[in-house]
């Protein structure tokens, strides 16, 4: 294999990453992290959640600013509409991750990206979360992910991005496959 | 055969020590043999015994006849192009054995390897021996690999392992859940399907390759192209160069390929990889398609590189193709399947590794329990044959062995010389 100048420029720094991978693997404690978030209900199902902190490298670690977001219904449910919905937080997370992913798996393979466009979908048959029919799932049936992509690349070279990204992203991973979820209560 | 025999008293003792008879084994006692290095070979059961006990009726070797060679041994019938069965595979090792009268003490078990002074100590079931130089001849392929999830399953499915099956038969009616994409787990999932139970094949991550390329035996193109010969320093992830799993192969007279497409064609449900057990249902990972996306954008760029090596080779190129479709899977794949109703047994083809239990040397290994090495050299005085790419890619192959074996028995023979001449033998206690 013939060694090629790294020319492409993605603005993602895959030595530090690559050096974060070297070092972990030394040291896997530090790869334990917890991830954050804080949410208060403002009425009816409008709520605002906030994420400042995470755990990681052994120690807590600060967001370089509080980032808040808020989360509602649409009119058509008889809500406010003061934010997205949960569900559509989950496209977010899903694309915000993928394309993450697809700029990390580029600049290691040297592809300079010149565009990233995702288009995200989630089917959902209401009527589970509505209690109509026990047998409808209350999350989504399926997720439609789309990427347009222009890169110096050919097209299986921007296939294989993609496909890279999808293997190793924390959000396709927690949509795949289960996830033990464990919520407990108190009384204020 | 040896008629050395150890004591139950003292141990007995030998410049090298041998654990395992099979093709690794018998190519490094070729190999000690030539250079008149005084040595055993410790068997647990007959010549080549993982063949002859603890493979599948039906199975082949994913290699053509004409690749199965060793030191001054190779296949010498008349169906180059075939594959042979485990029972031929065992045939084979043992006439090898047979013709430089390997020393091999058969039936005998090794229980223990502590270090000793100048060497290490070797407790088997007939006596103790002492050795200067230990290989660990045993294979990769010792213990079957069952991922955590079996333990979640109801206790009213039947479970096996790739180890234990042997045939359709064995397994009560209803519908089987084959875990496990690689070789074995496709070569399991036709013939159970055939047999009238109903498979669902979980798939995770896979390597395709046709059986053919341009008239080619694939096998013939990974040797001419160099891919075989790469070395572990080469790879940018050694590790995931390491534990990628064996490719999607069968070995039969028509020189079938068999691949998921086959397998859907003939019946056989195609899901993700089984990552949990609820409600007594199998839950199964929404990424089968980008798995089969990744695992098809891969067997391309391969076939790509057999195509530029033949142009800048000059190799006449056969106008028969060896492409791939793409993978099929239905839309949308199942995400669960019902034990009890829908699945009754589960086959585990979820991969092996090697049994170094009785090392007695916790410094070897890492924190996962996998032995240490540098490119197959374990310790000074100790190497490790025939894991996947120790040093080449083939390294785990049958005619993989004559390479790593003459560069490992060089670090054998040397380490020999030098505490021989001082007198003084490296220990790891020592050390």
């Known amino acids: 294999m013939t060694q090629v100048q790294k020319s492409a420029d993605n603005g993602v720094n895959v030595d530090a990453l690559l050096g974060a991978r070297a070092a972990l693997t030394q040291a896997p404690e530090a790869a334990r992290f917890k991830w954050r978030a804080t949410s208060e209900w403002l009425g009816g199902t409008h709520s605002r959640a906030a994420v400042a902190s995470f755990h990681g490298l052994g120690s807590e670690q600060k967001h370089r600013q509080t980032f808040q977001f808020d989360v509602d219904h649409p009119e058509i449910f008889a809500s406010e509409d003061n934010g997205a919905t949960p569900v559509e937080v989950i496209l977010v997370g899903l694309a915000g991750c993928l394309s993450a992913g697809i700029a990390a798996v580029a600049q290691n393979r040297n592809i300079q990206l010149r565009s990233v466009k995702a288009t995200l979908e989630g089917g959902m048959d209401i009527q589970g979360i509505l209690g109509i029919d026990e047998n409808v799932r209350n999350g989504f049936d399926g997720i439609q992910v789309h990427y347009e992509i222009d890169a110096d690349a050919t097209a299986e070279q921007i296939a294989a991005l993609v496909a890279q990204s999808q293997k190793r992203s924390a959000v396709f991973d927690i949509i795949t496959n289960p996830t033990d979820v464990h919520v407990t209560v108190s009384k204020a | ?431």
């Open chain 2, 1 to 431: 055969m040896t008629t050395r025999r150890a004591s139950w008293r003292t141990a007995a003792c030998v410049d090298a020590l041998v654990v395992g008879g099979g093709h690794n084994g018998l190519a490094m006692s070729h190999a000690l043999s030539q250079r008149s290095i005084d040595h055993v070979v410790i068997e647990r059961g007959d010549v080549g015994q993982a063949w002859r006990s603890e493979r599948w009726d039906s199975m082949r070797l994913l290699t053509p006849n004409w690749m199965s060679r060793l030191p001054e041994h190779a296949y010498d019938g008349d169906d180059p192009d075939g594959y042979m069965s485990a029972a031929e595979v065992a045939g084979f090792l043992s006439a090898y054995a047979t013709k430089f009268a390997a020393p091999v003490l058969n039936h005998t078990s090794v229980l223990r390897v502590e270090p000793a002074r100048g060497g290490y100590h070797v407790v088997t079931d007939r006596g103790d021996w002492h050795c200067r130089a230990l290989v660990l001849a045993g294979g990769a392929f010792n213990t079957p690999v069952v991922p955590r999830v079996a333990a979640a399953l109801p206790a009213t499915v039947t479970q096996l392992t790739a180890r234990d099956y042997r045939h359709p038969g064995q397994l009560g009616n209803g519908g089987v859940l084959v875990v496990g994409a690689s070789a074995t787990g496709l070569q399991l999932a036709q013939e159970i399907h055939a047999s009238g139970r109903p498979v669902t094949l979980a798939v995770g991550e896979h390597v395709r390759m046709p059986r053919t390329f341009r008239g080619r035996d694939v096998q013939w193109w990974m040797q001419a192209t160099g891919l075989l010969d790469q070395r572990i320093e080469e790879m940018d992830d050694p590790g995931r160069a390491r534990r990628l799993p064996s490719p999607q192969l069968v070995g039969t007279p028509e020189r079938v390929t068999l691949d998921l497409n086959a397998l859907r064609q003939l019946g056989v449900t195609l899901v993700g990889r089984l990552v949990g057990v609820r409600d007594g249902k199998a839950q199964f990972s929404g990424s089968l398609r980008n798995v089969c996306a990744l695992a098809d954008l891969k067997v391309n760029r391969l076939l790509d590189a057999f195509d530029d090596w033949a142009r800048s080779h000059g190799v006449a190129a056969d106008g028969r193709d060896g492409r791939l479709a793409a993978t099929l899977v239905d839309q949308p794949p199942r995400l669960g399947a019902a034990f009890g109703s829908d699945i009754r047994t589960v086959v585990w083809a979820t991969g092996f590794r090697p049994d170094h239990s009785w090392l007695d040397l916790p410094a070897l290994f890492d924190r996962h329990g996998n032995l240490l090495h540098d490119r197959g050299v374990v310790a000074p005085g100790m190497v490790v044959l025939g894991l996947p790419f120790l040093r080449r890619r083939k390294s785990s192959f049958i005619h993989g062995a004559e390479d790593d074996v003459r560069d490992l028995v060089a670090h054998l023979a040397d380490h020999l010389d030098r505490t021989a001449r001082t007198g003084v033998g490296l220990s790891l206690a020592a050390a």
